[in-house]
Each structure stands twice: as structure tokens, then as C-alpha cells.
Nanobody, 116 residues
Framework: QVQLVESGGGLAQPGGSLRLSCAVSGRLFTGKTVGWYRQAPGKERELVARIFSGGLTMYADSVKGRFTMSRDNGKNTVYLQMNSLKPEDTAVYYC??????????WGKGTLVTVSS
């Protein structure tokens, strides 16, 4: 059974940093666009970053300049480096394939809480 496993979340102070990881069982990220999503309490899940197979990245305006997404195809893992964190970044973060034709079952996500 294919699994997405997110990790690295936790409590950070405003202005702080966290690095999230997402690993998939098997080479299901290879050659595909992978995204980081987040869902804040009471809100819908939103796509905040994506990385194309060649390494090009795109970001939502709300995180541009603060978040950096990367991938390691050899480890079947994607990362999200989050800097200059804000309270509004508080959410559960997930990863998944962006193309809905290839979407995987969602993992449990990793909770990021930004608070002083």
C-alpha cells in the first residue's frame, strides 16, 4: 500500500524556521510534480508549493520568499524549508502529487504551530 509520510512539524516562534520532509513508498515521485499543501483549522486545504520533475518550483504568494521546496529523487522524498514563519502559517502540512490523475491517498500530515 502506497504511503505518504510527512514529518518535521512542531512548535516554532514567529520568525523561526522548520524543515518538513515527505517520503513516499516506492518511486512514485519520480518524473512527477509534487506539492506541499496545508490546511488550517476551519479552512480548506491549499497548495502552497510545488516542484516539477526538473526541479523548477512555484509558490503561493503567501509563502513566496520564505519557503523553499526541494526534492531528492533517490530518497523518494521532498522537503519544505520554512523560514520567517508567521502565526498564519499554522496548519497541518501534507504532500501529494499535484496532477489529480496521479494523486495518492493523503497521509496524516504534520502539524506546524507558530506561536510565541
Amino acid at each position: 500500500q502506497v504511503q505518504l509520510v510527512e514529518s518535521g512539524g512542531g512548535l516554532a516562534q514567529p520568525g523561526g524556521s522548520l524543515r518538513l520532509s515527505c517520503a513516499v513508498s516506492g518511486r512514485l515521485f519520480t518524473g512527477k510534480t509534487v506539492g506541499w499543501y496545508r490546511q488550517a483549522p476551519g479552512k480548506e486545504r491549499e497548495l502552497v508549493a510545488r516542484i516539477f520533475s526538473g526541479g523548477l518550483t512555484m509558490y503561493a504568494d503567501s509563502v513566496k520568499g520564505r519557503f523553499t521546496m526541494s526534492r531528492d529523487n533517490g530518497k523518494n522524498t521532498v522537503y519544505l524549508q520554512m523560514n520567517s514563519l508567521k502565526p498564519e502559517d499554522t496548519a497541518v502540512y501534507y504532500c501529494n502529487l499535484v496532477d489529480p490523475r496521479w494523486s495518492l491517498q493523503w497521509g496524516k500530515g504534520t502539524l506546524v504551530t507558530v506561536s510565541s
